[in-house]
């Protein structure tokens, strides 16, 4: 008992990352960055989108694990509180999901431990603020927005900002409820999809391709861990992505304007410490904010950097907060790619089903995770960024790549190539190359 004291204590090898509700790469991060693990859980995991497995437990590389209920500010805060880590300053919280990050901030403010400051992120959260924040870095070309008390106002003010517009919740997370709306027709149909009294935000379309960028801040000081290309979904449901792609490849004057926007969008926020990802497109005007979170990007997303260029962006967070030494750097240069799959309602995942071992074993795939337990049928379409499946692959050349993927795909029961960028809206020709990039 002694021994389990010590190692949750964060005395003898390193401090303690307390780490809510993670996925085993959070916990494996962890171990890689040379810091103890704390898991705090409910006694019973909540229940996740699709089915995904519990939350990690001991015998998934944790050193201990709290069961407190992070969701209850007041609970949390008496559960750590009782960790030696803690009691010592030897510990951060940290959460890498809009929920968590929340809860993280607002705990390691109670028990006056170092991390991002609640404020900053709900600074980021809040889109409607920080649209109005970012545009002052652009104001010769601003992006119109306004919001949107009552749903059926939603047709009148998407005829002041033009058609396409977007349409999303001031406060939403994980894409929940953005609509893309083409014209007044789909604007008349989204009435009905938000409640009469709600709260909005309906802004100009971005037109252009986009970056998914992450960042670890420390002092004020934001560094540029790197970015992705984001594939959009074809049709109405641009708004989602259907995969991401790397090396990305920009003009120096581009890649310099997209790093000044996510730190001046980080500066304006008060995001001084901590991780972020954010969004951007790369309009004709230049690169415009579609929003920011201040916490990593999805597990699978960050990975493609880790792949790609060999950053590993969740240690780099893990040993940043916790003042340990920047993990070692093994520089990579390849071709990674990330494609979901989702299934049409009805569809029988059946048990024995081949499909995820044969996509497995396709040259080149790293990685198929399928989030819809065996033996169930699909429900519903999956929203915002959810979905039922997704293969990581990595490979010497683009189109080797996309071979990879779209064999692991179809084996998975998506038929047919991704074709990027088919919304039936125009889009400018990327201004990328598939070399690497600097940051």
Not at 23 to 45: N, W
Not at 62 to 76: G, K, M, Q, T
Not at 171 to 191: F, I, M, W, Y
């Amino acid at each position: 008992m002694t021994g389990e004291r010590e190692r949750a204590s964060g005395t003898g090898r390193g401090p303690t990352a307390v780490l809510l509700s993670p996925r085993p790469a959070i916990v494996a991060a962890a171990r890689r960055a040379g810091a103890h693990t704390v898991v705090v859980a409910p006694g019973e995991p909540p229940a996740v989108a699709w089915g995904r497995p519990p939350v990690p437990s001991d015998r998934e590389g944790a050193e201990r694990r709290v069961p407190a209920d992070w969701r209850d500010h007041r609970r949390l805060v008496e559960a750590l509180g009782r960790l030696d880590a803690v009691r010592r300053g030897h510990a951060r919280v940290f959460g890498c999901d809009p929920a968590a990050a929340l809860a993280a901030a607002r705990a390691n403010e109670a028990l006056g431990l170092p991390g991002t400051p609640a404020a900053a992120v709900t600074a980021l959260m809040d889109k409607a603020a920080l649209r109005a924040r970012s545009n002052a870095l652009h104001p010769a070309r601003p992006v119109s927005f306004v919001r949107c008390g009552r749903a059926p106002l939603l047709p009148f003010l998407a005829g002041l900002i033009g058609f396409p517009c977007v349409v999303k919740p001031r406060a939403g997370t994980l894409g929940e409820g953005v609509r893309l709306l083409a014209g007044p027709a789909d604007a008349q149909a989204a009435v009905r999809d938000y409640p009469e009294v709600t709260d909005l935000l309906v802004e100009e379309y971005l037109e252009g391709p986009e970056l998914a960028v992450e960042a670890l801040s420390r002092e004020g000081r934001h560094r540029i861990l790197g970015w992705t290309r984001r594939i959009p979904a074809p049709g109405t449901a641009a708004t989602t992505a259907a995969g991401h792609a790397l090396p990305v490849a920009l003009p120096a004057g581009t890649a310099g304007a997209v790093r000044a926007l996510v730190r001046g969008v980080l500066d304006l926020a008060g995001h001084r410490d901590g991780p972020s990802h954010t969004e951007v497109v790369l309009t004709p005007n230049g690169p415009r904010l579609i929003e920011a979170h201040a916490h990593p990007g999805a597990e699978e997303l960050v990975q493609l950097l880790r792949l790609a260029h060999g950053t590993d962006v969740l240690a780099l967070t893990l040993a940043a907060g916790l003042g340990l030494p920047e993990p070692v750097h093994h520089p990579r240069t390849a071709h990674a790619g990330l494609r979901y799959v989702d299934f049409a309602p009805g569809t029988r995942i059946e048990r024995a089903h081949p499909g995820p071992a044969a996509a497995r074993a396709v040259p080149g795939v790293v990685r198929v995770r399928l989030d819809v337990p065996p033996g169930t049928t699909v429900r519903r379409t999956p929203t915002g960024s959810l979905h039922h499946a997704h293969v990581l692959a990595t490979a010497p050349t683009a189109a080797s790549l996309a071979r990879a993927l779209d064999r692991a795909a179809a084996l998975l029961g998506r038929a047919g190539p991704l074709t990027p960028d088919s919304r039936g809206i125009h889009v400018p020709r990327p201004p990328w190359g598939d070399g690497p990039h600097t940051t």
